[in-house]
Nanobody, 122 residues
Framework: VQLQASGGGLVQAGGSLRLSCAAS????????MGWFRQAPGKEREFVAA????????YYADSVKGRFTISRDNAKNTAFLQMNSLKPEDTAVYCC????????????????WGQGTQVTVSS
């Protein structure tokens, strides 16, 4: 599966952004999806994940209650709605896909999309 993330940009603290991850291929609905981010000088960190059906989701503590991951299997797209953004959310955000929610949460995924920059100003 090939992944393409979009929707990043510059936003003020407290604002919102919605990221999209478009996938190619007919097997999208079989993959669990995830979002990761990497800030300058820091290691990549897990943000959120969603199971193939959308029934299960998992979030990093730092974004719980502010970010929502979702998917539309009919459109081969996953989303990350980000509300109440903080300057510390500034990073390059990447989407990822693999079989099994735990695989995605652990970051041991085999399919990565390119990143989209999110910058939150104070």
């Amino acid at each position: 599966v090939q992944l393409q993330a979009s929707g990043g940009g510059l936003v003020q603290a407290g604002g919102s952004l919605r990221l999209s991850c478009a996938a190619s291929g007919r097997t999208f609905s079989r993959y669990s999806m995830g979002w990761f981010r990497q800030a300058p000088g820091k290691e990549r960190e897990f943000v959120a994940a969603i199971s193939w059906s959308g029934a299960s989701t998992y979030y990093a503590d730092s974004v719980k209650g502010r970010f929502t991951i979702s998917r539309d299997n009919a459109k081969n797209t996953a989303f990350l709605q980000m509300n109440s953004l903080k300057p510390e959310d500034t990073a390059v955000y990447c989407c990822a896909a693999d079989f099994g929610l735990s695989v995605v949460v652990d970051g041991k995924v085999r399919n990565w999309g390119q990143g989209t920059q999110v910058t939150v100003s104070s």
